[in-house]
């Protein structure tokens, strides 16, 4: 890939929220997109983007990672959304 174009593929993904999967697997302590990172991905269902090779969306990251931590969205059951603070207390297991 040449720079032009990887620079207008971080401009894209940038506009679009997508993270790349070298930042993924260094926010989460992997020394980089290796074996352990994409085991630990397929082992919670956390795909790329369909057609974008190495881009994720923030969503579906933060979805599994709550599934594999064992929260519940509460808010899907009275039809709002959480606040900020209610889906960190729900992190931390501070209900």
């Not at 620079?7 to 074996?35: C, K, Q, R, V």
């Not at 085991?39 to 919670?44: E, P, Q, R, T």
């Not at 599994?64 to 960190?88: H, I, K």
């Amino acid at each position: 890939m040449s720079n032009r174009s990887t620079i207008l593929a971080h401009t894209f993904a940038d506009m679009i929220g997508l993270i790349p999967g070298a930042d993924l697997a260094e926010a989460w302590g992997y020394s980089g997109t290796n074996n352990a990172f994409r085991d630990f991905c397929a082992k919670h269902r956390i795909t790329p983007v369909p057609g974008r090779p190495g881009w994720y969306d923030p969503h579906l990251v933060r979805r599994r990672l709550n599934e594999a931590q064992g929260l519940n969205d509460t808010a899907a059951d009275t039809g709002r959304q959480l606040s900020l603070t209610e889906q960190r207390r729900q992190r931390r297991g501070a209900v």
